[in-house]
């Protein structure tokens, strides 16, 4: 090749075309929300399902699974602090007690989880140890003491925080369910256990005091967080 020859060029050869990765389909089903209206409302039937499954397996083993209620002043019925909500003497027993369980703890998801399960925990641990303390010797089981823990919660949160949408709340709770506040009254002759309503009832209060703070109260808090 003489130096006047120039080389030949190169050929250029044709980019292969860059895979480009499948666009991620997309879900067009909006997420579970457990506050909103439909989620809470079938979070409590999810809840209620629960104490149903727990009641037709106890029928089925001959009610073996009432040891674990909670037996008053006795160290082994302690554990029922924590176990007697999900444990009922009856079918009919759980079924009064369906309606209230889902609509009131439908009225307080509604304001969020974690208000949820502070005021159902607060409620079951200290209204079921006062409970043990002074209710007479015998076994107790339902989830009626939590329901009744609901409404003293729902009630003192109306007082305290003065809130109309809570007090409307509050009130058509109270309207609807009015007849069980029967309950907390002193009864001999009656199955259920009227202490484990009034401790319930006085935790629920208490949940809605130290939950929402007035006055001073609600300034020193707030200056603290």
């Not at 925990?121 to 823990?149: K, M």
């Not at 109306?158 to 809130?163: D, G, L, N, S, W």
Request: hydrophobic share 50%.
């Amino acid at each position: 090749m003489s130096a006047a020859e120039e080389a030949p060029e190169p050929q250029s050869h044709p980019q292969s075309p860059k895979l480009r990765p499948f666009p991620k389909s997309e879900s067009t089903e909006p997420p579970f929300e457990p506050t909103s209206w439909g989620g809470a409302l079938a979070f409590m039937a999810f809840c209620a399902a629960v104490l149903w499954a727990v009641q037709i397996a106890n029928a089925v083993d001959d009610h073996r699974l009432d040891r674990f209620g909670l037996r008053p002043r006795e160290v082994d019925g302690l554990w029922g602090v924590l176990t007697t909500t999900f444990l009922h003497n009856s079918a009919w027993q759980l079924i009064s007690s369906t309606g209230p369980f889902v609509l009131i703890g439908w009225v307080i998801l509604l304001s969020g989880m974690r208000t949820w399960l502070t005021v159902t925990g607060f409620v079951i641990v200290i209204g079921g140890i006062a409970t043990w303390l002074i209710a007479p010797n015998g076994l107790i089981l339902g989830c009626s003491g939590l329901i009744f823990g609901w409404m003293g919660y729902l009630l003192a949160r109306a007082y305290f925080t003065r809130r109309i949408l809570w007090i409307v709340s509050a009130v058509a709770v109270a309207f609807f369910f009015s007849g069980l506040f029967a309950g907390l009254l002193p009864s001999i002759n009656s199955k259920s256990s009227w202490q484990a309503h009034v401790c319930s009832f006085a935790a629920g209060i208490v949940a809605g005091w130290l939950l929402h703070p007035r006055g001073a109260r609600a300034e020193k808090r707030t200056s603290l967080s």
